[in-house]
């Protein structure tokens, strides 16, 4: 090994560390023809000659440069058949596909590249596909972050490995330079193209890698190396805080129509780090996630979340979301309907209700005795048989609905009831409530019953009701 070279032994235990080389195994080479892919290439091939493995050469032609790139596309299928690859190719026809969608040219060549690079996976049934991003790539990233204003995700930069639709991205060089491939490529013999578009200041990279960067190298000649460290740092920290983040929302966060529900005062017990990453969580399920995670979108809702009044809000947020909070409850998600009826006839025979509204269902058991309710239980009540009157129903409130509730005095409006509970306003029409045959509101399921149909020691047989949350 030449001595230029130490940092192939640490690359080679990576990738076996990572899973992807080994015996009997293949890879898709995202190759483009310059040196940082070509030396990729060669580096797969000296692998292949120690641990034999399938090299998939995939080559996206962009045709941004006309004959240029027709040049690379030849140079790349040329080398994969001299070395014994599969080649594929394509040609994704950029300009027009542009001029087409209005899209930007860097949003449309990632696209059609990894639609590109999936169809190859798919082919060889390989999900597993390497690029050449280097170091140089690494730092010029981060340091374009920075001053497009980002935070600690964005500080971790290329990330050395993710999903992408159908697809597992490796990028194995991250932590080797451009100088360190150029040269492997000059003492090896890997021929490869230059592409004349990367002087092109036109593109906010090229400015950053051939002005910036050599500026602030004038004050830190290891500039680049301090900031692929940094992404490191950041990313460690990043992946920290995200499995954190999870937890906090598998604990604190409900599903609720197509959003989310949680207590704020369980939120303003959180960290504020973690905070600001349980908003993005929750609206990156968005549509729109992308326009939705800027930072003053959050702050805005972190501010409504935080402050103890009024402690009945509505907000707006974009996308068709609006954020609902109703006392210490917060909803997040699509705005939803104002209002929900429903009623369901409840028969002596039967034994089982599904209210669909609610999600929840209604077990009814006639029981012989007295069997007075369980005060652990909220969910259930029991009734005397002989004072209910059937058909009962289960349904959702009525203007000017009473109710007797029991150990009070008289009757009292359920309306009022929700608002002393501070029961949300938008829940107020989806809890059920239990009505008598004669109109009298017997119970509201988790909140109060009334004073009717008590069971007492003289009660012969008793209707036990239970209600029982529908999971998802």
């Known amino acids: 090994m030449h001595p230029q070279d130490d940092w192939k032994p640490r690359m080679m235990a990576q990738a076996r560390a990572d899973g992807w080389w080994h015996r009997g195994g293949s890879v898709v080479a995202a190759v483009s023809g310059g040196p940082d892919s070509m030396a990729l290439l060669h580096l797969l091939k000296v692998m292949a000659e120690e641990e034999p493995f399938q090299i998939i050469v995939a080559h996206a032609n962009h045709q941004f440069r006309g004959a240029e790139s027709d040049a690379e596309a030849e140079l790349v299928g040329r080398l994969a058949k001299e070395w014994g690859m599969p080649f594929e190719s394509a ?48 730092a010029e990233t981060v340091l374009m972050r920075v001053i497009r204003g980002t935070g600690v995700s964005g500080l971790s930069g290329i990330p050395n490995r993710r999903k992408e639709e159908q697809l597992e991205l490796i990028r194995p060089l991250l932590r080797i330079t451009k100088c360190e491939l150029l040269d492997y490529c000059k003492r090896n013999g890997v021929p490869y193209a230059v592409d004349s578009s990367n002087v092109d200041r036109h593109y906010f990279r090229n400015t950053i890698r051939l002005d910036l960067m050599p500026m602030l190298e004038k004050y830190n000649p290891r500039l680049r190396a301090s900031l692929v460290r940094l992404a490191d740092m950041a990313a460690a920290d990043d992946q920290y805080m995200e499995e954190h983040t999870l937890l906090a929302f598998q604990k604190g966060v409900t599903p609720s129509e197509e959003g989310f529900r949680l207590e704020r005062r369980w939120f303003r017990g959180l960290h504020i780090a973690l905070q600001r990453r349980l908003i993005k969580l929750i609206l990156s399920c968005c549509s729109n996630s992308r326009q939705m995670l800027d930072y003053q979108h959050v702050e805005e809702i972190l501010a409504v979340l935080l402050q103890q009044y009024p402690t009945v809000n509505h907000l707006d947020i974009g996308d068709g979301w609006v954020l609902r909070r109703e006392y210490e409850e917060v909803y997040i998600g699509p705005e939803l309907p104002e209002s929900v009826n429903f009623t369901y006839i409840v028969t002596e025979g039967m034994d089982e209700v599904t209210i669909s509204e609610s999600r929840e269902r209604v077990t009814l058991e006639r029981l012989e005795g007295s069997f007075p309710n369980r005060k652990e239980n909220q969910q259930e009540a029991c009734f005397d048989a002989d004072r209910l009157e059937f058909p009962l129903q289960i349904r959702s409130r009525l203007p000017g609905d009473l109710m007797h509730p029991y150990g009070l005095n008289g009757t009292k409006k359920v309306q ?57």
């Open 416 to 472: 009022d009831m929700f608002v002393d509970a501070k029961v949300p306003r938008s829940r107020r029409d989806k809890l059920p409530l239990l009505v008598n045959g004669d109109g009298r509101v017997l119970w509201i399921p988790g909140m109060r019953r009334s004073s009717d149909a008590l069971v007492t020691k003289e009660t012969r047989n008793t209707w036990r009701i239970t209600f029982v949350r529908v999971e998802n």
């Open 91 to 138: 040609e994704l026809g950029l300009p027009a596909y542009i001029a087409a969608t209005g899209m930007n040219p860097q949003s449309a060549s990632r696209e059609k590249r990894y639609q590109f690079l999936e169809g190859v996976a798919s082919k060889y049934a390989c999900p597993i596909v390497l690029t050449g991003h280097h170091a140089d790539d690494q």
